[in-house]
């Protein structure tokens, strides 16, 4: 796997000579050929060290590629279960260490699993296995955070 960022804040060349509006934004080209841009928070002390919220902070892309990663997996493990998944939502809360390196310390994930005869018992299985197993992020995020899940399943 790769993934190559690049600072495009004011005042660095992107390659194409052209900047951001912003002078803590990254593009990141990963190895799939996607491209996702990140920006730094605004620094009211220091303005030109920070970044003018134009799209994610990098910390809340590892938030969401944890969510990413534990819910394919999720609705992966179900479909394998033959069950009748037919949506998956996951909102993740969390909170980081004071000092730096400002690591996550807490992160909690509540899953809304939709679908039709799922077993609770089914989910949570799914859940544990995901969180215990197979999802690469949760489980290298979990060296730092305590980490918890809740669900809740919805019959349509």
Do not use: Q
């Not at 998944?85 to 390196?101: F, H, M, Q």
């Not at 799922?118 to 949570?124: K, L, N, Y």
Request: charged content about 20%; overall charge neutral; hydrophobic content about 40%.
């Amino acid at each position: 796997m790769e993934c190559t960022v690049s600072w495009t804040g004011a005042g660095a060349s992107t390659g194409a000579g052209t900047t951001s509006g912003s002078a803590m934004s990254f593009l990141a080209t990963t190895g799939s050929g996607h491209t996702l841009v990140m920006d730094g928070a605004p620094d009211a002390a220091k303005p030109e060290n920070g970044g003018a919220n134009l799209a994610p902070r990098p910390m809340e892309t590892v938030l969401a590629g944890t969510g990413g990663c534990t819910a394919y997996d999720v609705v992966l493990i179900l479909k394998r279960g033959r069950h009748d998944v037919r949506g998956c939502v996951v909102k993740l809360t969390s909170e980081r260490a004071e000092v730096d390196p400002k690591v996550f310390t807490k992160i909690h994930m509540h899953f809304v699993v939709t679908g039709r005869g799922i077993p609770a018992s089914a989910v949570e299985r799914a859940i544990a296995m995901s969180h215990d197993k197979y999802c690469s992020a949760t489980i290298m995020l979990g060296k730092t955070a305590d980490i918890t899940t809740g669900f809740e399943l919805i019959e349509a």
